[in-house]
């Protein structure tokens, strides 16, 4: 949770959301509940960033906050267009969060028969990318690799075949993710665990991933644009399964800084991707994109 809440302590627009505490202003948005968990994580930034304060900051309040109410934030689908899913959506739970994390997938059935198409939506604030398998040790792959077997044409199983529309009978098909809408911070999960037959298996691969210029183009449903991200943080896992720790590493002030638990100390922009990489998170460059 440490690694976590200083990834996001780092996510410029919500911090500073957090110390002017612009969310009381929101009234209808925030619902009680959840004005008394934004309150404790308001908390908790806002001792962060105190420019008198020295020493480290114990997340207890926030962590006993949080398990009390743990919000629930499911994603959803539904076979309306984009446009009118994402103002439902909206309607539902508009709030800052969603303006700066949640952007939205399209997920589209190809009948293999017939070729007929049918399109869902469904919202995300993150995404969870497979590692290539294949791999021996000291192997390299890029994000980009990743990000094309999230997005690469699934066959779907003869056994649990959807209903295709012009067929009218179970049809065996395929099912294809792209990125209809792009969030303004994008969290990326590299999914280094996976279940074996000796239980659940982390992996160490080491993928490249870019610090500038990330290009989202390859992901993009039609008409979504070239969105181009830069990394300001990593959540890093280190050690095994059974015992391992989390530490995060943060750009602010154009300087990267590793964070753990209690200790923090500068490091060098060349040390940041390394095979203990486990969440991603990129800021859309506004200048460079096309949206
Ligand atoms: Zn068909």
Redesign the pocket.
Known sequence: MNAVLQCLSNTSALRDYCIRREYQLEGTGYRKKRCELMDAFASLISALWEPSASGSVNPIQFQQKFQKLVPHFAGYSDDEKSMQMWKRYLERDDSKIVDLFVGQLNSTLR??????KSTTFEVFCDLSLPLPKRLSMGDRVSLSECLSLFTAEEELDTDNAPL??????R?S?TKKLTIQRFPTFLVLHLNRFSLSHYGIRKSTTYVEFPLYGLSLRQCAANKAGNPIYDLYAVCNHTGTVNGGHYTAYCKSGGKWHVYNDSRVSLMQENQVVSTEAYVLFYQLDETRSIR
Not at 111 to 116: K, P
């Open positions: 009948c293999t028969t017939c070729g007929y295709c529309g012009r067929c009218n009978q049809k098909s």
